[in-house]
């Protein structure tokens, strides 16, 4: 994804002099004597080891999943709202199972990538993956999830290069439509259709800049052009208001006492160019339909706008014409007009507070959430996670509690791992992971105890309780109680 870090700089490209050397590759020391390094390198493997289990070991998938309802036990329920209850759990089952797959397929390359020559003798022991994959953390996902996500990538493009096709071919016929009409309706119809057109080409030019990957826009933006995405649609949402004021400025003076009352006229060519346009997009969104990937489920979300919208269109005019009535046609051009205009300063509203930093929805929440759980058994508790857009884009921000007596090393390999598993996820572009100390918090926002049975210590975890200030807050809190990890195994209710 554009904007995530690498863990070294890509092979083959020279350092300039804006960069320091990357941390993780160090700089070559003496070679010490073969003791040593062997003794270094075992106590490195073993620590190693032991995070590995204890992240492998946090989370029982199958205690989860039995909580899962298949499509035909939902089907049979009649009741709406529990339906839509167990679609929404299973969604979050689906999320979880997401970020468990992600950790578990990512934490032994991430982690076997870390100190890769331990004992300093300018000799890799072991050597991960990440430092192969550039920024592409998605390589080190199993191969059936980066099939799946590689199906839905090629999905989404034809469904969007089909659209683009038939809003190309729907604007000609429009145009011809409009041409031999002198229905206001029609001709709000075609301006819909060439700024869809033109918001499309924008779309289509803001991500071809985004992923250009040249070394002068890399410096300049450091962090990626993601941004650059909402920006051109914020500008074209203002274009697109002020152009349907233009025609609903001229419905309101046809509706005047002093406006022209003639009846517009409708020939077949321009009834059937509309109707045409109402077939092919309700084909194109039913085709679209089960592809289940946000850019496609906008465009079939689209389309049924278009039909709605082109329906309409040729309804007004064409009862105005049978009836003989002269108002109707300005009226409905009036109406779609506030339709648009509505609809599209929604659009300008939300790219305008997800470019100020707007909190992700509470589903995408949960999930980061659950992410955070499963590093349960590594840290003594989470501080606070909070996620907000950054553009179309997802930040996130985790700070974890750790002990005092942590190594460096340690809390390094720690919050790495939960840094590259958080920003393998689809939704998120970059995540910061920040450490602290337990024991010089406990005035802070939240603080996980140590508590001991018998004589010996057991870590106790934070249960997850989502704080908000109020509905529209920007950043969201997660309060801890103590309790103790056995708890997690049967209570997935911590998590809803």
Known sequence: MVGKRTLQTPKGKAEDHWRKPDLESGHRQKRFGGFKDAVEYALDRRTTDSLKDQLKGAVDRNEFEKYRKSDEEIKKIKDKKIRQYYEKQNAALNDWAEVDTIVLAMS???????????????????????????????????????????????????????????????????????????????????????????????????????SWRLSALARKFPVGRRRLEPIGILVFSIIMV??????????????????????????????????????????????????KTTQVQALVQDCKTDVYFNTLSLLFPLIGKHAGVWWLDPLGAALLSLYIIYDWADTCIENVTRLCGLAVDESLHKKLIFLAYRFSNLVAGFKSVTAYHAGDGVWVEFDILLDADTP??????????????????????????????????????????????????????????LSMAHSQSTSSVLQAKSFYPEECKNCPAILK
Not at 265 to 291: D, F, R
Request: aromatic share 4%.
């Open 408 to 465: 460096l090393r340690q809390t390094h390999d720690i919050a790495e791992t939960l840094q590259y598993c958080c920003e393998a996820l689809t939704e998120v572009d970059r995540a910061f992971v920040t450490t602290d100390c337990e024991y010089a918090t406990s005035s802070l926002i939240a603080i996980a105890n140590e508590c001991r049975l018998g004589a010996e210590p057991r870590r106790a975890f934070a249960r997850f309780s």
């Open 108 to 210: 032994d390359e991430v982690l076997d990538s870390m100190n890769t020559d331990a004992d300093h003798d300018g000799i890799r022991e072991r050597e991960g993956r990440l430092q192969h994959v550039e920024e592409h953390i998605d390589a080190l996902l199993p191969e059936d999830v980066r099939t799946a996500r590689a199906k839905a990538d090629r999905n989404a493009r034809w469904a969007v290069n089909i659209n683009v096709l038939a809003n190309v071919i729907l604007l000609v016929a429009k145009g011809v439509a409009a041409l031999k009409s002198s229905s206001l309706s029609l001709i709000a119809s075609l301006v819909d259709s060439a700024l869809d057109l033109l918001c499309t080409v924008i779309v289509w030019s803001t991500n071809r800049l985004v």
């Open 242 to 291: 002020i152009s349907f004021l233009q025609i609903l400025q001229e419905s309101v003076q046809k509706l005047l006492p002093n406006g022209d009352h003639s009846i517009a006229s409708l020939p077949a060519l321009a009834i059937a160019s509309m109707a045409g346009t109402v077939a092919i997009k309700g084909v194109i969104g039913l085709g679209c339909l089960k592809i």
